[in-house]
């Protein structure tokens, strides 16, 4: 939420307004979890896999689970249609972490081993966190100058996990 109560009867449908900070925040979640199984040494694809989707689903939970106590705490009782609407709200968290567990579940495909299914993951996720926060820029009306520097920012971020990966697992 922005802080502010929600107006009485405005339910904004969630094709009217986009909100990419759970898409971008679950694809750094996605390259934590797999710079966390690459220092591991060895795992098995398929715990990969469960691992990423389970971890965004945990993490989907603990967010829609806050934000219902603190607007309920903050201001009325919840209804069915406020959950699912804070549950849809929260879901981008959930998303994010599909693509990078396709690319680790896809590898046997591409001839690739445990190291380079982890590195085909984590470009994955980085793409997607650089991706939506570009996309999250634009669809707010940024300059260009605006949505440059937010996949900018986002890339830094996503290389520091990059400089993780490398210095935990070499």
Same mark, same amino acid.
């Given at each position: 939420?922005d802080?502010?109560?929600?107006?009485?009867?405005?339910?904004? /449908? @969630?094709?009217?307004?986009? /909100?990419?900070?759970?898409a971008?925040?679950?694809?750094?979640?996605? @390259?934590?979890v797999?710079?966390? =199984?690459?220092?591991?040494?060895?795992?098995?694809?398929?715990?990969?896999?469960?691992?990423?989707?389970g971890?965004?689903?945990?993490?989907?939970? !603990?967010?829609?689970?806050?934000?219902?106590?603190?607007?309920?705490?903050?201001? =009325? +009782?919840? /209804?069915?249609?406020?959950?699912?609407?804070?549950?849809?709200?929260?879901?981008?968290?959930?998303?994010?972490?599909? +693509?990078? !567990?396709?690319?680790?579940?896809?590898? +046997?495909?591409?001839?690739?081993?445990?190291?380079?299914?982890?590195?085909?993951?984590?470009?994955? =996720?980085? #793409?997607?966190?650089?991706?939506?926060?570009?996309?999250?820029?634009?669809? @707010?009306? #940024?300059?260009g100058?605006?949505?440059?520097? !937010?996949? =900018?920012?986002?890339?830094?971020?996503?290389?520091?996990?990059?400089?993780?990966?490398?210095?935990?697992?070499?």
């Amino acid at each position: 939420m922005d802080g502010r109560p929600p107006a009485q009867g405005s339910h904004v /449908d @969630a094709t009217e307004r986009r /909100d990419y900070t759970g898409a971008v925040y679950g694809s750094l979640l996605a @390259a934590s979890v797999v710079v966390g =199984a690459g220092s591991l040494r060895y795992f098995p694809r398929l715990e990969l896999v469960l691992l990423l989707l389970g971890t965004g689903v945990v993490f989907w939970a !603990a967010h829609v689970l806050t934000r219902l106590l603190g607007e309920r705490i903050m201001y =009325a +009782p919840l /209804d069915g249609r406020e959950i699912r609407r804070v549950c849809m709200t929260e879901w981008p968290i959930v998303k994010a972490a599909v +693509p990078p !567990a396709v690319a680790v579940a896809v590898t +046997p495909l591409l001839g690739l081993g445990p190291e380079g299914a982890l590195w085909l993951a984590l470009g994955v =996720a980085l #793409a997607g966190q650089v991706g939506w926060a570009s996309v999250a820029a634009l669809r @707010a009306g #940024a300059t260009g100058r605006v949505v440059l520097t !937010a996949g =900018a920012v986002n890339l830094v971020l996503g290389l520091i996990i990059v400089l993780l990966k490398v210095a935990l697992t070499h």
